[in-house]
């Protein structure tokens, strides 16, 4: 199975990059996670490790750079096959599903979520 957060607005450069690359895991059944965005065209970046951190930071797992996002903005985090996502104090806010999330808050397939304006779509794929 393999899981995606696609970037649909907001992110005017290449707007996600792995970083940590020491800290990847593999799961066990070929399971992987990645991180695509749409700015101009579509990019993705594959998501080895949990939780994972999303910022404009050069300390997070994934990047994406706009001046809205926070160096540290939101975490995704997996708990057996449960997802969740929460916000770390960013400034500009996390929302789930149209709407501000104060605490950690399950995370399914499909979902919309914003970080400082840019617009992403978790996805789970076979």
Known sequence: MKYYLVTLSGAPEKAAEESAPDMEQSFAGSMT??????????????????PCILGRGDEVNIR???GN???RHCRLTK???????????????TELRGK??????DLRDGD???VGGVLLRFEIKE
């Open 33 to 50: 996670v990645s991180l695509a965005s749409a700015a101009s065209s579509e990019h993705r970046d594959e998501i080895k490790q949990f």
């Open 79 to 93: 708990e057996d096959d449960r997802f969740f996502i929460e916000d770390l104090g960013s400034t500009n806010g």
């Open 100 to 105: 501000g999330i104060s605490s950690k808050t």
């Open 112 to 114: 919309l979520i914003t």
């Open 69 to 71: 996002v926070s160096r």
């Open 64 to 66: 994406v750079k706009n």
